[in-house]
Nanobody
Framework: VQLQASGGGLVQPGGSLRLSCTAS????????MGWYRQAPGKQRELAVF???????HYADSVKGRFTISRDNAKNTVYLQMRSLQPEDTAVYYC???????????WGQGTQVTVSS
């Protein structure tokens, strides 16, 4: 499975961005897709994921501001981020969890910077 992420950038506090992540390869083996983020000097943390069935999970820090969705026809998940704050500044990594044993799949990181 290969994951291609896009959509990061620089935005002012209170602004919005949308990230995209497209999966290719053995996509039938994917159970969930989501986004982790890693701020400077901090550990990578889960931000949000969505299951094959459409169930979602949000970290408390993004709940109410971020929305994950998926387009199964395009094998793509989207992360709509609103009311962005400087503490949301991080490298965002697309993640896919396999259905069976094995390691997660990761996309390349995309930088999100929230600054005035």
């Amino acid at each position: 499975v290969q994951l291609q992420a896009s959509g990061g950038g620089l935005v002012q506090p209170g602004g919005s961005l949308r990230l995209s992540c497209t999966a290719s390869g053995s996509i039938f083996s994917i159970k969930t897709m989501g986004w982790y983020r890693q701020a400077p000097g901090k550990q990578r943390e889960l931000a949000v994921f969505i299951t094959n069935g459409g169930s979602t999970h949000y970290a408390d820090s993004v709940k109410g501001r971020f929305t994950i969705s998926r387009d199964n026809a395009k094998n793509t998940v989207y992360l709509q981020m609103r009311s962005l704050q400087p503490e949301d500044t991080a490298v965002y990594y697309c993640n896919a969890e396999p259905t069976g044993l094995g390691s997660d799949y990761w996309g390349q990181g995309t930088q999100v910077t929230v600054s005035s």
